[in-house]
């Protein structure tokens, strides 16, 4: 048997040396990595439960299991050569075995996934700040948003400190606030003495919080709805229109005798009110520029109350389905196959995006999922579920034209879909450490509480992790 000259013995000792140590220090960082995975981030025993094993914790075994039987099968190799002899070769392989740390740590990335987790916050306002009403974004350039209390609004700029801050009034408090904010400008209702709330309607500039215009209406109903140069706000006994930007009274629609206001929303071509009257609850179509009333509708009423989904296009839900309506108030012909049901409890799991509804809907009571139609026809677009999460939490329409959903189960992630396919551009996001309130807002990465619960944060923004 012929033997090899001793340079190159000493080369191949050398070398199953460093492998040997380098395939030793992956298998320790995974082994390492796996703990943390099991362990320390899932100090809330949900490891492998209800929402399945943190992503990339079966792959990860099995490599750090792959690379602990090829560092022990080196060992041996190197022992029986007598290579762990050499001061050199010992030099050379803690070399390797750090540099190869490294592709070992980015094959863990990858496995992982992306994460996000705290990045800045407000801290609590603590239990004498007032009900949280809802949110406005501002630019989205500057991430600027805007949230509203019981006892003031507080603008936000993009790093989350204080922008601008509009206090209720005196004895009053902040009632509700509009939906939308075209061209800038928001609606807020107020009361300015003890009583029922809404007797004063304010038109804000979101950037600056400076008040537009006042105008005190007496017996405000629900909350008011913006929209092209439009104000609308439905009260005890008519829907008034004002302008949005001087706040002259357009027109006054009053109701019809006996109805009772329950929502109201505005839109270029005409305003929706959705009112109880002596026939139960019917959908009236007034003109935007006149008030008249062009058509009404009885709603059909299940076990949840009808709600407005849009005013232009004239959309709304009621038992559970989505009904869209011509210009002569004629209910559009619904597809053959039967459409998802559509709730109409809660808010935070609606989106109008362009001419196109998002809505979670239960899936054979054991999960959500996000379903699309189109408000142009009616048409069911289509129906994404989200792996082992079963609970949407939130939906907002990106810069991008992207659909953001953050899902819950036994992990919290954020994925953003195609708005046409409903598929995922990309892997999600896992969401980690954060403490998410029953109602939030997202705006980009910055996330807006509207929960009760004084001890969270008002406002924080996530950013990628670093590190592990």
Known sequence: MDTPPPL???????????????????????????VKLTAADMASDLVCVDGGCPRGLGPLVLWAVAAGLVAGGLWWSAVKGRGYRSGVGWTVAVAVALVALWPGWLGFS??????????SYQVPEGGAAGKPLGSWAGDPATGFVIRGRADGVTGYDGEGRHGWALPAPAGGAVCAMSGDTPSGTGLLTLTTAEGPCGNRLVAVDVTSGKQLWTKDIPKLVGKPSAAGSLAVTATADAVLAHDLVTGAELWRSPLPAGAVAMEVAAGPDRVLLLARTDKGVELFALGARTGAVAW????????????????????????????????A????????????????????????????????????????????FSLKDGRHLWTRAFDHDWRIRALAADRTGRIAVVTEGGYTHLWHLDPGTGKPTGESTVLRGLRLGESFA????????????????????????IGW
């Open 110 to 119: 990858w496995l992982r996934g992306p994460h996000m987790d705290l990045f």
């Open 296 to 327: 009404r509708f009885a709603m059909p009423v299940g076990y949840e109350s009808p709600r407005i989904v849009s005013a232009s296009p004239a959309a709304a839900v009621g038992d559970g389905r989505l009904l869209l309506f011509d210009d």
């Open 329 to 372: 108030g004629r209910p559009r012909a619904e597809a053959e196959a039967p459409a998802p049901y559509v709730p109409t409890t809660g808010e935070a799991e609606w989106l109008v995006a362009g001419d196109v509804l998002y809505a979670s809907a239960p899936e054979r009571e054991k999960r959500e999922v996000l379903a699309a």
């Open 8 to 34: 190159v013995k000493r080369l191949r000792d050398h070398v199953r040396l460093a492998a040997a140590c380098a395939f030793s220090a992956v298998a320790v960082l995974y082994a390492v990595l796996c």
């Open 442 to 465: 997202l705006y980009g990465r910055t996330f807006v509480n509207l929960d009760d619960d004084a001890r969270l944060p008002p406002i924080f923004d996530v950013a990628p992790t």
